[in-house]
Structure formats: C-alpha cells, structure tokens
C-alpha cells in the first residue's frame, strides 16, 4: 500500500498566554474576564476563553513601549481606566476597546493603584510618591491631592456609601488611611498591621471594614472610631480577601441574611481558601479539595487574587502560576480551570484513543491536561519542581511517563472519570531527569536519562490502581561524561539510544549494553528518534544539522541542513520516508528523505520550539516553545492535491472551450474567456484574428468587454508592446481605449497619477500622457499616433 507523502501543514489555531499576572478583574455578569497580558488588558470571554477586545494594543497614535500598570474596570461595566509609564491615565471604551480620553497623572512616581467610586463619576489614582490625586471624570480635572502615607500604596477604594464622602488607602507604612474625598483632609488613621496591607473590604451597613495583610491576621474596624474591634490571626500571609453576600450557602453551612456575623474568605501562601466569621473568629470552611500548590518558601505567593461572582454564585482563585480555577460556592467543586500563561512549554503528548486530549509541561511542576476541541485546562499535581519531559505508551493511549527537575519519575493513568492519578514513582536518579521514553510494544517498562549521566530502565508495576507505588530501575548505565539531552526505544524494543552533550549519540541493547556511538556533529545532540521501518536512526543537534545514520554500521548516510539555530524536536512521519523538526530559529521544518528537500517551513513561534506532538494518523501537529504558545497544525496535503486536480481538470476544460470557441470563430465569447484564463498569447491571437476584419471591427469588439476586462486588456497590450512583432496590435488597443483612460472611466494603476477625475483632454496633458505611456512600455510611434488633434477627432 502506497503511503501519502506530507507537502504542507496549515495553522489552524494558536493558544496563546492571556494572563502574564497583574491585576484581572471579573465582569459583573460573570461573561468575562479582564486581564492584564504584558503591555495590553484582554477580555476573555470565560466560556470559549477568546479574546474578545483588547486594550491598548499598538496603533497609529500609540506607543508601544507605553506599558499598562494598572487598571479598574467600573462598577456598570462601561468603562475601563488604565495608568501607563509614560505618566498618562487613559478611559477606555470597554464594550468597543477604544480610546475616550488620556491625560497626564501629575504624579512623582509610577501610579499603582485605580479606583471608581461608586457612581463611576470620579476616578483616583494612587502612587509610589505616596499622593493621592482624585479626578473628576465629567471636566477631566484633578479635584484634590491627598496626601499623608508613605511608599507604595497597595490598597485604594472608594467606601460604598457615597454620603460619608470617604476614601480609603493603605501603603508601605502599613498604616490604613482615609480621606475626606470632598475636602481632601485626612479623616482617620487605622494602626494595627505590621507588615504589607494586601485588601480592605466594607460591610454591607458601611460601618465596618475588614483588613487583611501579609502579617497573617484579619483586622475587623469600627470605621467612625478608627479603632480594630477584633484581631483574628490565620497562621498564613493572606494575599487576598473578599467579603461573602449576606445569605450564602457553603459546605456543612448556610448563613440566611439575619444570621449575624460578618464572613469573609480569604486565601495566601497555602493555597488554600479559609471562610471566616470574624466577628466569632471562628473558622467556618477550610478547602480540602485545592488544586493549588503551596508556596515553596515561607511567606512566599500561592494565589493572588479572589474574585466572586454574584451572578454565577462562584468563586475564582487567580494563582501565581497565573492559571484561574472557578469553583462553585455552594459545593466547592472546580468548575472549570483556565491557563492564562503557560511560560515555556517544554514537552506536549496527545491522549485518548483518537488523540482528543494532550498534557503539557511547562515552567511549572503541575501538569496540563487539555481538552482539544475546548482547551478545557485540569491541572495535575504530583510533581514538587518543574517538570521537563514527557512520553506515552502506544500500546495504551491512557498511560504516560513524566520526569522533573525533582529528580523523579512518575506514571499517571487515566481512569474511567477522565480523572489522572499517579500510580508509580521512581527516585534513584541524582539529577534533573530530562527526558523519559516508553516501551513501544508493551506496557512494562521505559528509560530516563539524567544530569547525573545515567541512563536507567524502570519497571512498570503490574497493579495500576494503587496509588505512588515506588517503583526500582532494572539496569542503570553510566551512559555519557556529559548532560545527557534525550533517549529513545526502537520500535521492536531491542534497542535504546541516547544523545548527549558531549556531541555523540549512542547505542543500547535492551540490558543497557553499549552498541556503538555515532560521531559527527559538531555540538551537542539534542534529539534521537529511530525510524519505524528502516534500520536506521536520526538524531539532531545544537550545529543546526539533521543526521540519519545506519544502525548495522553506525555510518552517516544523510545530513539534512536548512535551520539557523540548535535543531530541537525531530520525528519520522509518512512510515519514516519525511521528517518534522523543529528548532531555536522558531522554525518548523518538514524534509523528504529520498531527495533530502524541505518541503515546507513554517514561522509560528517567536522563539525556541522546545516541544513537538504528531497525532497517530499524523494530521495533526502540535507545537510549544519559549514564547509559551500552544499552535496547532492540520495536514492539508490531500486538499491541497485535490484542488490542484479540480483547478487542473477546469483550466483543461476552458482550454478546450476556447479552442472551440476560435474554431466557431466565435471571437468575443473567446476574447473574454482568455482575458479570464490570463492568457497574453491567446489574446493577441484573438485580438489579430478580429484586425483581419480592421480596426473598427476591434473597436466594436472591445465595446462588449466590461471595464474589468479592459483593465487587463491593457495590462496584456503593455506586454506586446515589449515586442515589435505585437506592437502594432498593443498600440491599436491602446488608442481605441485611450479615450475611457483619460476620461477615468478606467482605472489602470500605471496611469493613476494622471487620471485625477474626469478631465477633457488638451494640450497640457499630452507631455504627461507621453511619460505616463512609457510606464507601459509604449514605443514613440505610439505617442505620435496620440497627437490631440488625432484624440479630438
């Protein structure tokens, strides 16, 4: 059976980060969310996660290196507030993402913080030189300047009720401050915290306000008396903090709204999020069911943000590793789980028995399990450091391998509920493992190599349903005097290769006996893979080169050059007769074998592409790199083949349409069918076939043409022109339409510059007529043939 070769691969969609951290915000109704992306804000919508607007994105009138601080959505939703470095504080449209107003700041320093008040009519902005400007949003005008904290402010609102006229800020000094909006004097000062205040949040009544900040208690306020009513330690630095509606319902409890009480939740350094009711300092509900890794250090940061809801009754955990998990407030179940930056994306599988799903290991050491059709994201936690490679089983499209800089390995499976449990883990590496490769027949075991230079075979526990079972290496091999980048198992098991940096790769037997090595690269080599048909190996390296080497006699046969940069990824497609392959340069690269052509290069990345996925039927790749996208790519080769068939079979039956119509001396219907085929030499034959019956005949004949077709007419007579055998026939064209192009009826490009509207023709046009001709090539015979007194005529 003959085997489909690959000619190209088409994008079909790009992942790409949305969230790089900073503040996000969440619409009212729930539909979107707002989040800081580098330099722009970008709506997101939360169920098909598109990019619906953007906010601050290069124009003609921006500047691109004008990055966004901050920003504040208001209370209806209509605008959006963003303060930049450049000073300026823009209002923008958020419905449509354009540009209201922008006008400078005043401030000393960079402005950190944004907030509306209630009726969204005044804005404030708070800064590092430790001022508060208020802004009247109707004139545009400063109003006040409030001045008393110092450093940094890290807290900034408005109090809901907008008769006390109150303002409310908290910065470096760890002092919580509130003006008088109207007069602009400081009203009360709120001493209780010793370190960084991180939110503040006002009960419904407006007489109380509650504090929380990295020195790991909750502070409860009398607003009026300035003074700290109850001081609740949490054992944790808390990040932030929301206040809880007056009726809610959570696990094991349902407040109705004349319980008293006032309920918060709040969440920082464990990762997990603990609803408290201060005012009994008693702790309601703790999240036992977190996907959230604890900070690794001390005082460190988990999640960064809370945000909640009203409309969906939900809850959302905005993490350091910048992923937004959305949880049911009255179960506490995750809801849907969000990826708004993937940093790097070292290693991408696809699983599932039709390919459906692809897990993903980034800069990160949780896992991402996504959901093709949907980017439906779960996170999956095991790991303690970043995870550097993953590899599947092909005999079971449920099971996969992955190894980290924790110097582990783990198998995970996916049970019957979709759900992904680790079921084996293997320590006895000393070193990042950085690359792991399974079985290709069976189940039973797989191979890692590690910085410690060891190569090690693992065995797979029989029992899949116990959970982290500590799993032994069969055969351990010192393999390399350097980092070793990659390995590989043959397709029949019997042998494992290995690519190092220190320029070689070599070969195993299944018991880790040494084969050979493979000398010729440059530098180090960064990837194997073996051919699943043929006796030989391929291996790429950091000398931008592509190898394929012999297996019986460990000779180079083939060296494929054509990257700029480190040739990272490789695999065999079409039964190993091409080859995929990925590099530093960004580049994607499909070679054929035979003849040792690149067939394709695509550019979808802006950097390194670390990692490379081939779907079992190989229509479909994906690819991940430095610049954290997720790109997809369908192999369009057989629709691409098929429509140059059917574009082939119709330009054979136009052929043979024209020839009859010439035959039938049927001249017009002629004429247009080869002005439509773009056909120069068919035309001039048609055109000298017509100048056998003279010119006025050819006159008649180009009345029935439309304006398009004349266009191209004249295109066509322009190339005849080149050539003195046609040029009679091109200048006759020329002076029957000349008329219509002077005129304007005509809009041929090479004589824009002398149509400038419907101008009658004279004496002064006819040098720049004259010029203009010599643009299409005309000989002076046609000039002189175009004398005014011939053109009045």
Known sequence: MAVSMKDIYEKTSEYEAFYTGGDIQWTTDGANFLCQCEDIIKFVDVNTLCNTITIGASGEDSDENDIIYTFQLSHDNKTVVTAHKSGLIKLWDSATGILQKSWRSGHKGAVAKLAYDIEDINIASASSDGNIRLWDLVHYTCTSSL??????????????????QLIFGAADDTKIRSWNAKTGKESNIYSGHFSKVTSIQFTFDGNYMVSSGRDRVLILWKISESK????????????????LPQSFKIPNFTKKVDTQGVYVACAGEKGLIKIWNIEMSRLMYEQSNSLVSPAPDEGGLAVMHLLFNEARNMLSV????????????????????????????????????????????????????YTLDNMDCKLIKGHTDIVLALAKFPTNKHMFVSSGKDNSVRIWKIDESNEIKCFGIGKRHTGSVGAVCTSQI????????????????WTVPMNTDEIEQTIQSSHTELAHNMDINCVAVSPNDKIVGTGSQDKTAKLWTEDLTMLGTLKGHRRGVWCVKFSPVDQVVLTSSADSSIKLWSIADLSCLKTFEGHESSVLKIEFLSKGQQILSTGADGLLKLWTIKSSECKMSLDNHDGKVWSLAVSNNESLVITGGSDSKLVTLKDISAERREKMLKEREELILQEQELMNLLHDKKLVKALKLAIRMDRPLHVLKIVNEVLKFGADKLSQTLKEINNTQKESLLKFAAEWNTNTKNCHAAQLVFNILAPEIISGQLQVPSLARFIEGALPYTERHFERLTNLLQDLNFISYTVNCMQPHCIKN
């Open 147 to 164: 001045k008393g904290a110092m450093g940094v402010f890290s807290v900034l609102k408005y109090h809901p009720d907008s008769s006390k």
């Open 228 to 243: 700290s009513i109850r001081v609740l330690p949490v054992y944790e630095c808390i990040e932030t903090m929301i206040l």
């Open 318 to 369: 905005i993490t350091a590793d910048h992923n937004i998990i959305i949880h049911d407030l009255e179960t506490f179940n995750c809801m849907k789980q969000i990826t708004g930056f993937t940093d790097e994306v070292l290693d991408i599988i696809f699983l599932g028995n039709d390919d459906t799903h692809i897990v993903v290991a980034t800069n990160s050491r949780d896992l991402k399990y």
């Open 442 to 457: 069976t189940c039973s075991f797989f191979t890692s190599v590690s910085q410690d230079n060891c190569l090690k075979v």
